[in-house]
């Protein structure tokens, strides 16, 4: 791959934008993110940074960039990911990076390889004036949008190996400069029903497996949901929607199998496993009604929700450089989920800030707003420097 060191954060950003880093899960293409992963470790070194490749079994690369600037003072952690969601469908050219109207366009600019590129930004700059009291680490890691494997891997295999510990991690997604200091957490579970396939031309032979998840469905949106009463002051109420459904195999017969998946969002306060059991007493009371449904439940993915609670130091440092750079310092909440939850989890401090807005986030005419993105370069570097 072709290589000039960029010029500015948006050179960056663009550059960055008109590489491809579709999820792999998504794309059908292993190391989707691989080439981003290589440019922004080239940008790093090119600057004197050291960089540090962390493999992700069955799946790619993350990159740690690190400058140690004085050994013995405390590290600060820098997390952006690598990869996007799908661009097709998109009302502009995805990987073009145009700049007009005082924006960037392109999958990816807004969320959120904007934050990205000006983490990597902030930390040349602040390499090159060679004072400041923290060594500073940015984590660019894979599969943010499907799995979280990277930022799993990380934590997992990594970060003990690394010798120190963070004083906090500073995730980029974009929050319009906000400081998001609680946000939500995912559990999702498949439910198969089962039943037995038959010719059409005489149901009474077999049993709709489609049928059975009708029952489900009904167990589950009119009484489920509406029990969900945890809530937070930032976030609002615990949600729960059935998203996708998949049964039969042809017009000509009885259903033996249908499966949907369903997105259960927790709040700071909830814990997976209670979720997940709650959730499996609404499934076996459905079988306790009707006892000719069959169905199989499992747990296919969960990530952590982050509470403010642990991290009022790191948050009130945030505050301080907001503030003193004249933005909105005040503490805010996002139902949506980062790596910040699992950073939490972790015993790490953590908190949510980047530039973009979130509404244009996964769009068909994705963009960031570039002085906004110049701010967040600023942003990032006071916080490098508190």
């Given amino acids: 791959m072709g290589y000039t060191t960029p010029a500015s954060v948006v050179e960056l950003l663009q550059s960055t934008v008109r590489i491809n880093s579709v999820n792999s899960n998504v794309r059908g293409r292993p190391g989707s993110e691989d080439e981003l992963i290589a440019f922004l470790e080239a940008v790093a070194r090119s600057f004197g940074l050291d960089t540090r490749r962390c493999p992700v079994e069955g799946y790619g690369t993350n990159l740690l960039v690190l400058y140690e600037r004085q050994r013995g003072l405390p590290w600060l952690l820098f ?20 700049m007009r109207d005082g924006r960037l366009w392109g ?32 984590l660019y890691s894979v599969d943010e949008e499907w799995g979280m494997r990277g930022i799993r891997s990380f934590l997992a295999q990594d970060y003990p190996k690394l010798g120190f510990t963070f004083r906090g991690a500073i995730v980029g997604e ?3 400069l906000r400081a998001v200091v609680a946000h939500g957490g995912i559990c999702r579970f498949r439910v198969a029903t089962k039943g037995v396939a038959a010719h059409s031309s005489n149901p009474s032979l077999g049993r709709s497996a489609i049928s059975a998840m009708m029952r489900i469905l009904e167990a589950v949106e009119s009484r489920y949901v509406p029990s ?21 195999i042809a017009s000509n017969i009885i259903p033996d199998r249908c499966e949907i998946e369903v997105d259960r969002r927790m709040v700071p306060g909830e814990q997976p496993e209670e979720v997940a059991r709650l959730f499996g007493r609404a499934l076996a009371a459905v079988k306790e009604e009707h006892p000719e449904v069959e169905y199989i439940l499992e747990s296919i993915f969960e990530a952590p929700p982050l509470s403010a609670d642990g991290s009022a130091a790191l948050v009130a440092m945030v505050q301080g450089v907001l503030r003193g750079m004249g933005l ?59």
């Fill in 79 to 98: 997390d952006s990911h690598a990869d996007t969601v799908a661009a097709e469908g998109m009302s502009i050219d995805p990987f073009a990076g145009e």
């Fill in 107 to 138: 999958r990816g600019a807004c969320d959120t390889k904007g934050s990205g590129a000006a983490m990597l930004w902030a930390a040349c700059a602040y390499a090159a004036s060679g004072v400041g009291p923290n060594n500073v680490a940015i």
């Fill in 174 to 176: 974009p929050t319009l």
């Fill in 228 to 248: 969900l009463q945890a809530s937070h002051p930032l976030i609002g109420r615990a949600q729960c929607s059935v998203n996708t459904i998949r049964g039969g």
């Fill in 328 to 386: 909105p310092p005040e503490p805010s909440g996002a139902a949506y989920t980062t790596h910040a939850g699992s950073y939490a989890a972790a015993g790490l401090p953590a908190i949510v800030i980047g530039p973009g807005d979130l509404a244009k986030a996964h769009t068909a005419d994705e963009w960031i707003d570039l002085a906004e993105l110049e701010r967040s370069v600023g942003v990032y570097r006071g916080i490098m420097d508190a």
